[in-house]
């Protein structure tokens, strides 16, 4: 199936959406791990996303890919997702890193409701991409993290410079290197990249970890540990 028909069914309305997700069977919630492959996976102290986290990822560039990374790992194990206010996500890219689009619900433009839209569809997803469109207030950030607790979900954050967002996540990963590859001497074009992305959090994860990866990740490195 196209990625534009996949598309255009994921960016019908909320109610759709959260339909969509409801007609189809989620992942039970006593399965606590999401598996994250290759090399990002040294990243999470358990190996894997765990049910009931909030995780920041960023800068926006190089963060969104790790971010999308993720959303296709969830995907992949027969989740679904959401993307909230990620207006600037392209259907093609996400496939091309391994979504599956059939499971991704998107609401690109939730403007002042996207609280109120997060909320909602985090009662249906297993792992919901948040992009907040402004500074997020610590209250709603701290119903969404307990919600995100509640419903054994994975709520990922683009951390946004400006924005930001209030609550201490569980995990955050940053990306703090990235080297494109496929250019020689004047000829060629980008094919994919290498970026170094660390973690740090809290709890188990409050020990600094490192690995490199490759975007779109064909070709995982080795988890290298902090």
Known sequence: MGASGSAARSTGSLAGSLAAIQAGPV????TRLVEVPGALAGCFPDGGLRRGSTLAVGPVTGGM???????AAATAGGGWCAAVGVSSLGVVAAAEQGVDLDRLALVPAPASRW????AAL????????LRPPERPRPGDARRLAA???ERGAVLVVVDVPGVGWPEVPDL????TATA??????GHGHLCRRKVQVVATGRRAAERERRCDL?????????AMAG
Do not use: F, Q, Y
């Open 147 to 149: 919600r995100t607790r």
């Open 65 to 71: 890919s790790v971010a999308l990374t993720l959303v």
């Open 115 to 118: 609280p109120v839209v997060t």
């Open 122 to 129: 985090l009662d249906g997803v297993d792992l919901l991409l």
């Open 214 to 222: 490759w975007l779109p990740g064909p070709a995982p490195l080795p």
């Open 27 to 30: 992942a039970a919630a006593v």
């Open 180 to 185: 494109w590859e496929g250019l020689g001497r």
């Open 172 to 175: 955050r990963l940053i990306v």
